[in-house]
């Protein structure tokens, strides 16, 4: 950089002639301007290059910065995403927890309110047989039978609603086997028949020849939904007939039980299938039962992924007509609810 | 369906182990069985039934499933590991509508299962057809 400078001291000797020095000075003036410039020149690049030096660090300064400000907000994303997911694991343990202590409580329940029930049903049933050598006179008699009858139907009460609170909290396991419809609908029929002749009322069983051999399904629950259909039916038929008719509807396969009863008001047909409730409380003294039994079918039904109909007509009769999906292989049928 | 048509000597002089942790319906069994005949030995949970066994050899056993100390499944399933005693067949009681109870009570080994309430209208009905389906017993049973 110094390479180009004029020693000024050196260059004037005392020899020469005014001009001559005039002319020199001039020159070395001229030179220096010169060098002047191109030193501001350099100065100017070299300023300009620091500038884009510093501007670049800066710049740098500032990615580094924005990255460890995106680092610190990934890390708290990160925790964030880790306390949420701690949260979720929690509140999936207590919802288990809850499920596994209601589960726990129905199961403690129904076998603490079904034990008394079965020691007074079984002993009452036990005297009324004249087992065990027991003896009492005719109105001891009628006394016993009152509490025999009474204790099943606080038995039958306690199964019903524990019935439904296991299809409600989602506790209903069916269990699917292969069966025969025709097989279990004559066995429908031997329990019914009895309540029939009891009531002198007429049964028959209906079988479409088209019916499948077997499908697979839980029996028990079928069964539940049957049985509480036709015992409904016998319940509010006083004469005339109740018909169980099982037909083959392609992919499905019905249950229907017709009755010539007292018929449902439309009105009431909205809400029978609700729990506890019947027609009107006239109607709940004068036929009894839990009013839970329609409620069951409901439910039962749409658990095994199908449907309950009515029809019905005031002092006609009423047709409720189930239908299932036929399944021919293990299929399990997610719960509707 | 009552016990008209059952002769009172249906099980006369069978040995049967009746085990229950419920005093009041082990109880009713044992007056019901009592009436067609039985000697009843009761054991009220699996270890004490499972003693029974070993000492009377019954014709069968009529098991409750909860029990404290030794439970159903613990009772079938020593019943089921010993040569003397797996042929004795044995009747799970069951509560109502233990579905799953059922199905496994089957799969452990019991030869079927009777849902409680134990009444004199319906357990020894019950029980007979159950009998019937058991053929070294069914042909003792007098009827």
Do not use: C
């Amino acid at each position: 950089m110094g390479q180009s400078l004029v020693d000024v001291n050196n260059q004037i000797s005392p020899a020469a002639s005014t001009n001559d020095q005039i002319e020199k000075l001039e020159a070395t003036i001229k030179a220096l301007q010169h060098d002047n410039a191109k030193l501001q020149q350099q100065l100017e690049d070299s300023t300009l290059e620091l500038q884009a030096t510093v501007d670049e660090f800066l710049r740098s300064d500032n990615e580094r910065k924005r990255l460890v400000n995106d680092i610190d907000e990934y890390i708290r994303v990160d925790l964030e995403r880790q306390r949420l997911i701690k949260e979720l694991q929690a509140a999936k343990r207590l919802a288990e927890e809850n499920s596994r202590l209601k589960s726990e409580f129905l199961s403690t329940m129904s076998h603490e309110l079904r034990t008394p029930m079965n020691a007074i049903e079984g002993f009452t049933s036990i005297m009324l047989s004249r087992m065990g050598g027991v003896e009492f006179n005719e109105k001891t008699e009628r006394y016993i039978t009152r509490v025999n009858i009474n204790s099943k139907r606080l038995l039958q009460l306690i199964n019903d609603f524990l019935d439904l609170s296991r299809v409600e909290s989602g506790r209903l396991e069916l269990a699917y086997q292969p069966f025969s419809p025709v097989d279990l609908a004559k066995r429908w029929q031997t329990e019914i028949s009895i309540l029939a002749e009891k009531k002198n009322i007429d049964f028959e069983l209906i079988l479409d020849p088209h019916l499948p051999e077997t499908v697979y399904g839980d029996e028990e629950a079928i069964s539940k939904v049957a049985i509480n259909l036709l015992g409904n039916a016998i319940k509010f038929t006083e004469q005339g007939k109740v018909s169980l008719a099982l037909s083959n509807g392609g992919e499905n396969w019905q249950i229907s039980v017709t009755d010539t009863g007292i018929g449902i008001p439309p009105h009431a047909r909205e809400y029978v299938f609700e729990e506890f409730r019947q027609v009107d409380q006239t109607s709940k003294r004068k036929y009894g039962g839990t009013g839970l039994g329609l409620a069951i079918v409901h439910k039962y039904t749409r658990t095994m992924g199908g449907t309950v109909t009515l029809q019905s007509e005031v002092n006609i009769g009423s047709t409720f007509t189930v239908t299932l999906p036929i399944q021919t292989k293990h299929e399990s049928v997610e719960s509707k609810q | 369906m009552t016990r008209i048509n059952i002769p009172a000597d249906l099980l006369s002089n069978w040995d049967i182990v009746v085990v229950d942790d419920e005093p009041d319906s082990l109880e009713v069994a044992e007056i019901i069985l009592d009436a067609y005949g039985a000697n009843v030995h009761t054991g009220t949970n699996g270890a004490e039934g499972l003693e029974q066994v070993r000492k009377i050899q019954p014709r069968f056993i009529i098991s409750d499933i909860s029990m404290p100390v030794m439970d159903g499944w613990g009772l079938i399933h020593e019943l089921k590991n010993d040569r003397s005693l797996m042929d004795i067949p044995a009747i799970a009681l069951t509560a109502h509508a233990m579905v799953g109870d059922r199905e496994r009570a089957i799969t452990a080994g019991f030869h079927n299962y009777l849902t409680k309430p134990l009444t004199a209208e319906t357990f020894i009905y019950d029980l007979l057809k159950l009998l019937m389906d058991i053929p070294e017993l069914a042909e003792h049973l007098n009827i």
